[in-house]
């Protein structure tokens, strides 16, 4: 069966914080994507990769980065949180163009 | 700004009714058209996925339209169950492209 894992279900954070999200997926999948999710804006896409230690910046990539150092491991960083970072993160991966697997997500709050 | 647009935001409907939710786009380049359904607390999962090619794809009770020259997609829950009760996103992409363009979602509530 198909999963993709991520480490925190939730996670609180002070300003200025450096913050890590991983995932882990188990499929031998090309490409892993991170977004976020935020009410009435669906989700945007932050960065993904399409082969290890490659990255493409997605639609809102700024205040973000990530590393993929393993073919299974796509991490998320921000560099220096804000409370603007305050949203729901999704993790995804995927062998074809087309369907996407979803981690279960994490929430992460900034103080 | 976002490149689908999704409506309605929210819709409640009684069971055995017919969910609609409609998709909008304006990228002609576009040439697949997903699905998602979340769960709370979960992540979203491929639900039905069509293309261009074709004007109409039906799993079970659920059917996607597609208007090519209005631009426009939509998703039908038809025979509506409590169990239907999720948050559906729609979605775009391009032709050999490997990102997604999502919906702002539609959060739908099934009354018993």
């Known amino acids: 069966d198909v999963k993709v894992t991520q480490s925190s279900r939730y996670l609180v954070k002070r300003t200025g914080e450096k913050v890590f999200l991983e995932c882990v997926q188990d499929m031998d999948h090309e490409n892993m994507f991170w977004y976020r999710q935020d009410p009435g804006l669906g989700l945007r896409l932050i960065y993904f990769s399409y082969d290890v230690k490659m990255k493409e910046k997605g639609d809102i990539p700024e205040g973000y980065s990530v590393s993929r150092e393993k073919k299974e491991r796509f991490s998320l960083i921000l560099e220096s949180a804000s409370t603007n970072q305050t949203s729901m993160y999704l993790c995804?991966?995927?062998?074809?163009?087309?369907?996407?697997?979803f981690g279960p997500g994490t929430r992460l709050t900034v103080t | 700004q976002q490149q689908v647009k999704q409506s309605p935001q929210s819709l409640i409907v009684q069971k055995g009714g017919i969910s609609i939710i409609n998709c909008a786009y304006e990228n002609t380049a576009f040439d697949y058209f997903p699905w998602y359904q979340q769960f709370p607390g979960k992540g979203p999962a491929l639900l039905i996925a069509?293309?261009?090619?074709?004007s109409e794809k039906k799993e079970g009770r659920f059917t996607i339209s597609f208007n090519k020259s209005a631009k426009q997609f939509s998703l039908h829950i038809m025979d509506s169950q409590p169990g239907d009760s999720a948050t559906y996103f729609c979605a775009a992409s391009g032709k050999d492209d490997y990102k997604l363009s999502f919906g702002a979602g539609t959060t739908v509530t099934v009354r018993a």
């Open positions: 995804a991966s995927s062998l074809s163009l087309y369907e996407q697997y």
């Open positions: 069509i293309r261009p090619d074709v």
